[in-house]
């Protein structure tokens, strides 16, 4: 079945360090990929999202390329703050809206010190 | 925004005992709500989907005996965990999907349950 794979954590970054989360997925067809954030104390946010081949999903300085031939999807931003500091979960699902079920991997968890 | 209320956020209770958990659209109707489960440093699992007004549907390996959902209203689905061991033990997160047609998912803040 799909499924997805994430680096074990945590990421321990000094601020405006550069940050990659590797994630890697299997699926039978062409899923849409997400990346979920959770701030310590609350749900989980929708980071952002990207729906195929090569398109690149962004929100608030983090960026992630959806690489088929690599069946990847890594988080990167380029300048850590500290209250960047979550869990952040890789996901992916077999329908375009995120509103269809989520495979989730098991989590990172950044921790950014001043 | 769209927020989720999942109560209680944290559960002790005894084995043998049954444990509901609440899963609240506070200011958005929840067609749909999904449950998920999470063992320490592994994935959110899917355990269930629930449908205003029918039956959840339930994946595969999951008890539906085990873990009734019920979700009576547009805002409002039940997680109840009967006769819990500690195996139960687990982190419980519920998410909504509104009415509008693209909406994102909404998650719960996750309940911690703890079964002695």
């Known amino acids: 079945g799909d499924s997805v794979t994430q680096m074990e954590g945590p990421v321990t970054l000094s601020e405006e360090a550069f940050l990659t989360i590797n994630c890697t997925y299997t699926?039978?067809?062409?899923?849409?990929l997400f990346w979920y954030v959770q701030y310590p104390g609350e749900g989980l946010q929708l980071l952002l999202k990207?729906?195929?081949?090569?398109d690149k999903g962004s929100n608030k300085g983090f960026e992630a390329t959806y690489r088929k031939e690599t069946t990847s999807f890594h988080l990167e931003k380029g300048s850590v703050q500290v209250s960047d500091s979550a869990v952040y979960f890789c996901?992916?699902?077999?329908?375009?809206?995120?509103?269809?079920?989520?495979?989730f991997g098991s989590g990172t968890r950044l921790l950014v010190r001043p | 925004g769209a927020v989720v209320s999942q109560h209680p956020s944290r559960v002790i209770c005894k084995s043998g005992t049954s444990v509901k958990i609440e899963c609240r659209s506070l200011d958005f109707q929840a067609t749909t709500m999904f449950w998920y489960r999470q063992f320490p440093k592994q994935s959110l699992m899917l355990m269930a989907t629930?449908?205003?007004?029918?039956?959840?549907?339930?994946e595969q390996g999951v008890e539906k005996d085990k873990f009734l959902i019920n979700h009576a209203s547009l805002t409002l689905s039940t997680l109840t965990v009967t006769s819990a061991h500690p195996e139960d033990s687990s982190f419980y997160i519920c998410s909504a999907r509104s009415l509008l047609n693209n909406s994102p998912l909404h998650f719960g803040n996750g309940t911690r349950l703890t079964v002695t």
């Open positions: 699926a039978t067809g062409y899923p849409s």
């Open positions: 990207a729906t195929k081949a090569d």
């Open positions: 629930s449908n205003e007004g029918s039956k959840a549907t339930y």
């Open positions: 996901a992916l699902s077999d329908r375009v809206d995120s509103s269809y079920k989520l495979i």
